[in-house]
């Protein structure tokens, strides 16, 4: 049995059942929400984030993995309370999300930097996973870091390489936000495998908004999964053009490779609107409109479970179980290291 921690405590990896595995609760700025956020009614947003999470789990998912992570406006007493009033699992993450540089609290910390020091992030992300985040008693299950247009600037390279530490230390699986456009999943995909990282661990994020069919092949012959993560967001590619590259994808033989998400969120004061940009950008665009879709376009039935189901179950058991005989073979059992 592998045990995953859960905002309201651990479950067992059989019960995660069917999974969204790139969403969100809320995100936002929060210095921008404590200074100029007068219009934010806390207990309402509460209330309608948990009538969202009820009704994706009344469509049939699951569990949700909730990728927000510092630089995107984690708080999770505030998501604590949202899953006290559903059933829907929900995961939360560690990590930090740049497309630049560092955040501020890490930027003269560091080996060669003001306060030359060991890198605080490694340890910050590992103790989440391990401990908690903060006194909630919360334990993130997911590592989670970014790179998009800018490339690999040293800002990014530098949360990559303490995402990925923190992956070895503790066997959290990792999911990257990546820029298709630049091909920015083979870079991370480098990087974590240069720290010693299993690319099984990792779920690609935001491959669903390309089609370009041989990049995705090259990032799965590598063992990750691909993240098909933002139906309903109707940048860069029509809703036909993502299921049409899913189809094909399984037509390569990457049926296990391949997740399905949306990449919504039930708040932000990113921009103006507070939910989202498009209309059909909503938690239930994957189960109302991209599996029958699917289907209709000869996708079996058992192909939409290994999706939903099979591939984000075996994203956290395969990490899990890879740590754990990692560390009895540099740990024998007779002591002797
Ligand atoms: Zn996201």
């Known amino acids: 049995m592998t045990i995953i921690q859960t905002v309201t405590g651990p479950i067992d990896a059989d019960s995660l059942g069917r999974v969204l595995i790139h969403e969100h609760v809320f995100t936002g700025d929060i210095e921008h929400l404590l200074n100029h956020g007068r219009d934010f009614d806390e207990d309402a947003e509460i209330a309608r984030a948990a009538a969202k999470m009820n009704a994706i789990k009344a469509s049939g998912i699951d569990t949700i993995i909730d990728l927000t992570v510092l630089g995107l406006g984690r708080y999770v007493p505030r998501i604590r309370k949202v899953a006290e009033l559903t059933d829907l699992n929900i995961i939360v993450s560690t990590g930090c999300y740049t497309l630049d540089v560092v955040p501020m609290p890490f930027q003269m910390v560091g080996p060669g930097l003001l306060f030359d020091e ?5 340890g910050l992300f590992a103790g989440d996973i391990e401990h908690g985040i903060m ?9 989670k870091c970014a790179i998009d247009a800018a490339g690999l600037t040293p800002g990014v390279e530098r949360v990559m390489r303490a995402v990925a530490k923190a992956n070895v230390r503790t066997g959290a699986p990792i999911t990257v936000h990546t820029n298709p456009a630049n091909g920015s ?6 990087v974590f495998a240069e720290e010693g990282v299993d690319l099984r661990d990792v779920i690609i994020g935001h491959l669903g908004d390309t089609m370009d069919l041989d990049y995705l092949t090259a990032l799965a012959e590598r063992g990750s999964i691909l993240g098909m993560d933002r139906f ?3 940048f860069s590619l029509s809703f036909e053009q993502r299921i049409a590259t899913i189809v094909a994808m399984i037509e390569r033989g990457f049926v296990e490779h391949l997740a399905l998400s949306h990449d919504c969120y039930c708040w932000t004061n990113f921009h103006p609107g507070g939910v989202a940009r498009f209309h059909e950008h909503q938690y239930s665009a994957v189960t109302d409109h991209v599996v029958p879709a699917l289907r209709a376009a000869g996708v079996s039935q058992s192909a939409i479970d290994i999706m939903l189901i099979g591939n984000p179950h075996r994203h956290f058991v ?4 890879r740590f754990a005989a990692r560390n009895r073979s540099t740990h024998p059992a007779d002591g002797v290291v």
Not at 118 to 122: H, K
Not at 135 to 143: F, K
């Open 318 to 321: 395969g990490a899990a179980s």
């Open 135 to 143: 006194d909630t008693g919360i334990r993130a299950a997911e590592v």
């Open 118 to 122: 060991e890198d605080p992030m490694p």
């Open 185 to 190: 999943g083979l870079i991370a995909q480098n």
């Open 232 to 234: 309903g967001i109707a």
